[in-house]
């Protein structure tokens, strides 16, 4: 059983920045791939940035440029750097990792996501 939690959403102008934050808890014996996604209203989620254990990234073209994704393994913690926000990032924004517990084998997990709301 690994748990996430998702903080550091909220209201912010456009142009403005937020940092997300996710923190994994379990039975945690590594965690490789983490990402971020997002789901705006009337919308299918997506896929917004991925890193691995080793640090590799990548981003959704959408976001390239504007957005960091970083993770600290020993804290098992993953961040998402916002800036440049704009209108069109307006949506709830999910963790995502997967890797291996001590009890349960491999998992792949969620949390329950944060708002991001970026208008004038």
């Known amino acids: 059983q690994v748990q996430l939690v998702e903080s550091g959403g909220g209201l912010v102008q456009p142009g403005g920045s937020l940092r997300l934050s996710c923190a994994a808890s379990g039975s945690i014996f590594s965690i490789n791939a983490m990402g971020w996604y997002r789901q705006a209203p009337g919308k299918e989620r997506e896929l917004v940035a991925t890193?691995?254990?080793?640090?590799?990234?990548n981003y959704a073209d959408s976001v390239k440029g504007r957005f960091t994704i970083s993770r600290e393994n020993a804290k098992n913690t993953m961040y998402l750097q916002m800036n440049s926000l704009k209108p069109e990032d307006t949506a709830v924004y999910y963790c995502n990792a997967e890797g291996v517990s001590y009890w349960h084998g491999r998992f792949n997990s969620w949390g329950q996501g944060t708002q991001v709301t970026v208008s004038s």
């Open positions: 890193i691995t254990k080793s640090g590799g990234t």
